[in-house]
């Protein structure tokens, strides 16, 4: 972590007393205005969550947060203006000091909101969540004789770390996988349950930042792969004896463990690092054995905003006016896995009015919590699918309507009827660019003039990997790669890899995307059926950059490599 160790920091008993531990009336209200004096919260907001703040005994930015009036990133940030300390992000955290964790214990620093990092002269650095300032520069002076350099998280995040940080200072993981392996590598009976070791495994892949956990059976034994920011990562390889794990997972997700000749789909529901998690469970028969994938999804992630996302400052403006429009359609679009859903949520969140707004969602499987929107998830055995839940929708008044997917006929038709009848529909469709929409609606029985009078904006987009900000170097390049690059001044960086990274030299992923905004020219002609090539003439003229254009753009920048562009986009130096 690079911090400004050079700027003064109040010691402790300055800081006590400025700020007694305990609730404060004055901090709140101080708190309250400068979100109001940054338009970020309204008058008749604030004076709703402060008589809501007397009756539930809550700290301001918790109740803001809850209630989906403020995002927590902006709370963060003023709380870190107002306590004139650094903001960290939480992509940007380094592992604790694990010797200064034995000061202290998991639910002290839960319940103070505050996790002790590293030593750094006679100072402890420390992560500071939704705790008390004053009352951990008490704590942590009393247990350890040392002042505290605050740095500022954000509130969920940091509770995450605390839980993780103390889960793996008692739990040697790595050894208990292997111990597990043994028992029941050993367990010819099968009187051992696999649940142990099912456990500890996903606990290391949350903790490796893996958002699924492939199962792969061979000949002679079974793998195990993480997907780490979009990319397989090997991580172990299991005895064959070993397939029984299966069974299990189909067990805990309600499958038939009888069949073993069709693919199947289920789920269940467990804790990570005592967070709820829901596991989407896919198996597939394939030559060697059943083949599984498991989905992680926590159940109480947080939504980040666009510019957390990675999307530029000026797309931000630019895509915040878009999704302001009081009706039509709007598309995110692109390949499976390149963040289209996650990108709708952050827009919807963006929607001033949403605590005004009736929003309803319906979508496969629910992946984020949007306070004050009506979610629902699609049922197919309950025969509750994208296309039927619109009809119902349409009942509800809603304003803004966002559908998981355009997958049918049915569901492209009900869209369009939304968005023709005075509501703003978002949603998604599996495309290559955004001159590739039309082309995919029609077939879908939707004539160009309906799609022309509908389309608000269509945003593509891919995912690539951002350079880890703690082993990132300059990076030469050849004579061809300038070139393609632009030429100019270039500051190319390669993570060289690292313990924060995995020695992936990765840590995230960051969009990269085309945004195509319909006017009257691009109206007119989708409707006459001009063509994707026509459309993107005129596009270009209107200043349209393309997605390779802003993949250029991160490598220049030193946000990702040549590596990485070539493999997602697909574009490079031989391209």
């Not at 569901?411 to 039309?438: I, K, N, P, Y």
């Not at 990997?465 to 082993?471: E, L, S, T, V, Y």
């Not at 030469?476 to 924060?500: M, Y």
């Amino acid at each position: 972590m690079s911090l400004d160790l050079e700027n003064p920091v109040r010691d402790a008993p300055d800081m006590e007393a400025e700020a007694k531990p305990g609730p404060s009336p004055k901090v709140p209200a101080r708190l309250g205005e400068r979100l109001l004096e940054r338009g970020l919260l309204t008058p008749w907001q604030f004076q709703y969550i402060l008589q809501k703040q007397g009756v539930e005994n809550l700290r301001l930015g918790q109740l803001l947060v809850r209630h989906g009036l403020v995002r927590e990133y902006d709370v963060v940030c003023e709380l870190a203006r107002k306590r004139n300390i650094p903001f960290v992000p939480h992509e940007d955290f380094l592992p604790p000091d694990a010797n200064l964790l034995a000061f202290f214990n998991r639910e002290f620093c839960l319940a103070n909101g505050f996790l002790p990092l590293r030593r750094i002269a006679d100072h402890l650095e420390i992560l500071l969540g939704d705790g008390d300032e004053a009352k951990a520069a008490h704590v942590v002076r009393e247990r350890t004789g040392l002042a505290c350099r605050f740095v500022q998280g954000e509130f969920s995040h940091v509770a995450r770390h605390i839980r993780d940080a103390y889960y793996f200072a008692q739990h040697s993981v790595d050894a208990l996988l292997e111990r597990e392996i043994h028992r029941l590598a050993d367990d010819v009976d099968h009187a051992c349950s696999p649940g142990p070791f099912l456990d500890y495994l996903l606990h290391k892949a949350v903790h490796e930042r893996a958002t699924d956990v492939h199962f792969v059976p061979s000949p002679w034994s079974l793998h195990v792969f993480f997907r780490i920011d979009g990319v397989l990562r090997p991580i172990m390889a299991l005895p064959h004896s070993l397939m029984r794990v299966t069974t299990f997972i189909k067990l805990a997700a309600e499958m038939d463990i009888s069949e073993q000749r069709r693919p199947q789909d289920g789920s269940y529901h467990t804790m990570i690092l005592s967070q709820p998690f829901a596991v989407r469970v896919s198996i597939l028969f394939v030559e060697f054995g059943e083949r599984t994938v498991l989905r992680l999804l926590p159940e109480q992630s947080e939504l980040a905003g666009l510019e957390r996302l990675g999307f530029l400052p000026r797309d931000v403006r630019r895509l915040e006016r878009i999704f302001s429009k009081p009706s039509g359609m709007i598309l995110v679009v692109g390949p499976t896995g390149s963040g289209k859903s996650t990108t709708l949520y952050a827009a919807l969140q963006r929607i001033q009015s949403l605590v005004e707004s009736n929003v309803l969602t319906v979508e496969d499987p629910i992946e984020y919590r949007i306070p004050g929107a009506a979610q629902t998830e699609v049922n197919r055995r309950a025969e509750y699918d994208f296309g039927n839940a619109l009809r119902y929708f349409l009942r509800h008044d809603p304003d803004v309507i966002l559908i998981g997917e355009i997958r049918d006929r049915e569901t492209a038709h009900a869209a369009v009827e939304a968005s023709a009848t005075g509501h703003l529909v978002l949603s998604s469709l599996h495309v290559a660019s955004v001159f590739g929409v039309v082309p995919r609606l029609r077939p879908l029985g939707l004539d160009p003039r309906v799609i022309a009078d509908n389309l608000i904006a269509v945003v593509s987009q891919r995912l690539i990997r951002r350079n880890c900000p703690h082993c990132s170097r300059e990076t030469p390049l050849s004579e061809a790669e300038t070139a393609w690059l632009g030429g100019g001044a270039i500051q190319a960086r390669h993570g060289v890899g690292c313990a924060a990274c995995g020695n992936s030299g990765y840590i995230g992923r960051l969009p990269v995307y085309e945004i195509l905004e319909i006017d009257d020219a691009l109206a007119n002609c989708i409707a006459d059926d001009g063509g994707r090539e026509t459309l993107r003439q005129l596009a270009e003229e209107r200043n349209f950059e393309s997605l390779v254009a802003q993949a250029k753009w991160r490598v220049r920048n030193g946000q990702s490599t040549l590596a990485e562009v070539a493999r997602v986009v697909g574009a490079g130096v031989d391209a």
